[in-house]
Nanobody, 123 residues
Framework: QVQLVESGGGLLQAGGSLTLACAASGSIFSINTMGWYRQAPGKQRELVASCTSRGSTNYADSVKGRFTISRDNAKKTVSLQMSSLKPEGTAVYYC?????????????????WGQGTQVTVSS
């Protein structure tokens, strides 16, 4: 079983900074992409940032230049440094990982999600 555990959410004022962290654990053979999604009330879940195992990153246009994703492959962790936060950044932030496991001798790829952490940005 694979688990993703997030930490670091909270309440802050617009213009502030916050860092989210996520750690993967369990019977993991390898992790391809790790990243962060967010879901605001009444809206669909959207990609915020992602990072492949080779360090290639991808950001939503709305966060480019303000958010930085980083990853430690050995520790199976990913973090998201968020700065110049805006009220529209208020959402539940979810950690995501594309994980490869070994099931009955065969490799298997599955998507896993954390439980979500609330980020609230006041104006």
């Amino acid at each position: 079983q694979v688990q993703l555990v997030e930490s670091g959410g909270g309440l802050l004022q617009a213009g502030g900074s916050l860092t989210l962290a996520c750690a993967a654990s369990g019977s993991i053979f390898s992790i391809n992409t790790m990243g962060w999604y967010r879901q605001a009330p009444g809206k669909q879940r959207e990609l915020v940032a992602s990072c492949t195992s080779r360090g290639s990153t991808n950001y939503a246009d709305s966060v480019k230049g303000r958010f930085t994703i980083s990853r430690d492959n050995a520790k199976k962790t990913v973090s998201l440094q968020m700065s110049s936060l805006k009220p529209e950044g208020t959402a539940v932030y979810y950690c995501h990982a594309d994980v490869r496991t070994i099931v009955r001798g065969s490799l298997r790829d599955d998507n896993y999600w954390g439980q979500g952490t609330q980020v609230t940005v006041s104006s």
